[in-house]
């Protein structure tokens, strides 16, 4: 955790220099030799960390566990995070917990994900949810470069307010930017701006009338558009559904092109998390990861 003022600084609203800021980098690249997959090159800065316990290993997957040691972002932070899953590799990246990002001073925090899945690849983007606390100020940014027989799975939640606490997002900003190339043509766009009065914007009916877990979850693969009805199933919705959607969730899901995107919107973390993992047994291509049992 980094603390937005400096005890010793003379003026009460004087803030942490840039050159004191948390800034974590970290490069992670899976290859695939003999039937499994292993760890290649690894870069790591600043307060970014990757760990692959032997209890996450399943099949041929590797599974690699990222780590904040500051605890959590302050404004002005940022994290940059690069993933490279290799011709015919699998890998599989979540996080040791929810990450959390703290009040802003006004600064931003800046986070990106840049992922990269060669000819015959997997790549499974799945950490446990992003926290955001009340007057965080946050610009983050997810690309992905696909090969056409490659296979990405990306599973994103955000919780607005630490709900556990009661508390509600009122004031702040998030900036949410993805960007999905498939043999290098966008094929997936999409955009978040949420600023100001926030407690006003997400109390819209339209929007989150006040509820305060959301997820995206998007899977780009040759098979995508045949997940389609399972997913459904699963959560509730469609033709085919024997049950309606669960109290305190509400869900939405499509494919095309060889996408498959869901849209989760829950009263809290607890309600989105249960409908995570129903959606990923039901897809058929991806196990939960390990440390999401601990």
Sequence with gaps: MYATELPSDASPRSTIPVELRAKGRLFVEALA???????????????????????GRRGAALEGVLLNTGGGFAGGDSSHVRARA????????TTQAAEKIYRSDGALTQLAVELEVRAGARLDWMPQATILFDRARVERSITAEVAGSGRLLLVEPLVLGRTASGETLRQGALFDSWRVRRDGRLIYADGLDLSGDLAAVLGRGAVMRHWAALATILLIAPDAESRLQPVRAALGIGEEATDGLPDGLEAGASAWNGILAVRLLARDGAGLDRAIRRIIRDLGVADPPRIWHS
């Design 33 to 55: 030799a003999g039937g499994r997959t292993v760890r290649g090159a690894v870069e790591e800065a600043g307060p970014s960390r990757v760990r692959f316990p032997l209890s």
């Design 86 to 93: 290799c011709d015919g590799a699998h890998l599989v990246l």
